[in-house]
């Protein structure tokens, strides 16, 4: 995602490690790596504190999901230029796809705080809060700036982002989402991440929902078409029983069983009759625990082949 336009660092004395960040920024754009490794290389030799080149730098490692190298870089650009802009919006953008979102929104916060008139920080942050599943201040801020620039490519991606990821009926064009996540290959990593948080965050069927949106835009994306299946799997009806084995993990399961213990002994002492049939039905329900899911699993995958 692009963010407001970079302040022209150039200096006189360094024309040349200028000429070679702009070089670098140019070929990142291309997606060519290997290449602008290149250039930034024979630049930072010969300029290492060079604020083009540590940013085309960084730049580079945050395309590449070096977060930890890329947020080094810009600690090292915030040093030689504390206040500056896009060195800040750098690594707002490390922060948030790092998973880091209060660092994330901290500076989101002091970029709006000093130019509350620059769209692509709603927009921005419009990507945080969707990443952090508070859709409706997301929605919120995408409108904010398209306000402020109702043309502006960032606002209106936020705004079909948000549009797609609240599922609101009619407002999404598959084909221009389409279209979009071509374009856009880094928009396909937001929605992904989105549809990840929404799974850890137990809500399943709304991250079924949007990963079923994604795969109408994307039908041959192999990741979107195992995780259909599983998300398939694991919101049957079938499995409605191990909703909370499903929702708490072990620590449900370690529950169960000292709840189970815990009734099978006040059975045994106020109704010893109905002890034996209880034991039965644990039993019988731990069974279909450990066994009807995998077997559900094998099943739809021979159903899609």
């Given at each position: 995602?692009?963010?407001?336009?970079?302040?022209?660092?150039?200096?006189?004395?360094?024309?040349?490690?200028?000429?070679?960040?702009?070089?670098?920024?140019?070929?990142?754009?291309?997606?060519?790596?290997?290449?602008?490794?290149?250039?930034?290389?024979?630049?930072?030799?010969?300029?290492?504190?060079?604020?083009?080149?540590?940013?085309?730098?960084?730049?580079?490692?945050?395309?590449?999901?070096?977060?930890?190298?890329?947020?080094?870089?810009?600690?090292?650009?915030l040093r030689v230029a504390?206040?500056?802009?896009?060195?800040?919006?750098?690594?707002?953008?490390?922060?948030?796809?790092?998973?880091?979102?209060?660092?994330?929104?901290?500076?989101?916060?002091?970029?709006?705080?000093?130019?509350?008139?620059?769209?692509?920080?709603?927009?921005?942050?419009?990507?945080?809060?969707?990443?952090?599943?508070?859709?409706?201040?997301?929605?919120?801020l995408a409108d904010e700036?398209?306000?402020?620039?109702?043309?502006?490519?960032?606002?209106?991606?936020?705004?079909?982002?948000?549009?797609?990821?609240?599922?609101?009926?009619?407002?999404?064009?598959?084909?221009?989402?389409?279209?979009?996540?071509?374009?856009?290959?880094?928009?396909?990593?937001?929605?992904?991440?989105?549809?990840?948080?929404?799974?850890?965050?137990?809500?399943?069927?709304?991250?079924?929902?949007?990963?079923?949106?994604?795969?109408?835009?994307?039908?041959?994306?192999?990741?979107?078409?195992?995780?259909?299946?599983?998300?398939?799997?694991?919101?049957?009806?079938?499995?409605?029983?191990?909703?909370?084995?499903?929702?708490?993990?072990?620590?449900?399961?370690?529950?169960?069983?000292?709840?189970?213990?815990?009734?099978?002994?006040?059975?045994?002492?106020?109704?010893?009759?109905?002890?034996?049939?209880?034991?039965?039905?644990?039993?019988?329900?731990?069974?279909?625990?450990?066994?009807?899911?995998?077997?559900?699993?094998?099943?739809?995958?021979?159903?899609?082949?």
């Amino acid at each position: 995602m692009s963010g407001p336009l970079q302040e022209d660092p150039a200096s006189p004395a360094e024309p040349d490690a200028w000429q070679l960040s702009l070089q670098a920024d140019e070929l990142l754009d291309r997606r060519r790596l290997p290449q602008a490794r290149q250039v930034l290389a024979q630049g930072l030799r010969q300029a290492p504190e060079h604020l083009g080149l540590l940013l085309a730098s960084a730049r580079a490692d945050y395309i590449e999901d070096r977060y930890d190298r890329a947020r080094d870089t810009l600690a090292h650009a915030l040093r030689v230029a504390p206040a500056h802009a896009h060195a800040r919006w750098l690594l707002f953008l490390v922060e948030m796809h790092d998973g880091r979102h209060v660092e994330a929104e901290e500076l989101v916060l002091g970029l709006l705080h000093e130019s509350p008139d620059v769209p692509a920080y709603y927009a921005g942050y419009s990507r945080l809060m969707l990443h952090a599943l508070h859709f409706r201040k997301a929605g919120a801020l995408a409108d904010e700036a398209l306000r402020l620039a109702p043309n502006d490519e960032e606002a209106l991606r936020s705004r079909v982002l948000c549009d797609l990821v609240e599922r609101r009926r009619g407002a999404v064009d598959q084909q221009a989402l389409a279209r979009l996540l071509a374009a856009h290959p880094d928009e396909v990593q937001t929605l992904r991440l989105v549809v990840v948080a929404l799974i850890q965050a137990e809500r399943v069927r709304e991250a079924r929902a949007l990963a079923r949106e994604l795969l109408r835009a994307q039908p041959d994306d192999p990741w979107l078409l195992d995780l259909l299946r599983n998300l398939q799997v694991h919101t049957h009806w079938s499995l409605w029983p191990l909703w909370p084995l499903q929702r708490w993990g072990w620590y449900g399961a370690i529950g169960f069983w000292v709840l189970s213990l815990l009734l099978l002994q006040v059975l045994g002492r106020v109704a010893p009759a109905a002890a034996g049939p209880v034991q039965w039905t644990i039993l019988a329900y731990a069974l279909y625990s450990w066994i009807w899911p995998p077997l559900l699993r094998r099943w739809q995958q021979h159903q899609d082949r």
